[in-house]
C-alpha cells in the first residue's frame, strides 16, 4: 500500500549526425503544417454549419410539402 513507484528510465543519447542546419529547416516545415491544420479546422465547422442549416431547409420543405 505504501510502496514507492518505480521511476522511469533515463538515457543520455548523443546523435551521431546532427545537422542544426536541417533541424532549423525541419522545425520551420512543422511550424507551417500547424498553421494550416487551424484553417482546415475552421473550414470544416463552417461546412458543417452550412450541411446543417442545409438540412434544417429541407425539413422544413418536407413537413410543408406534407401538410399540403
Keep these: 500500500m505504501f510502496t514507492r513507484l518505480a521511476k522511469h528510465k533515463t538515457f543520455e543519447y548523443t546523435p551521431r549526425f546532427y545537422d542544426p542546419i536541417k533541424d532549423e529547416r525541419e ?12 484553417k482546415r479546422r475552421s473550414r470544416s465547422f ?12 429541407l425539413l422544413f420543405l418536407l413537413t410543408k410539402m406534407a401538410n399540403n
Design 46 to 57: 463552417i461546412w458543417m454549419l452550412a450541411l446543417f442549416i442545409f438540412a434544417v431547409y
Design 27 to 38: 522545425k520551420t516545415r512543422i511550424h507551417f503544417s500547424r498553421m494550416r491544420q487551424t
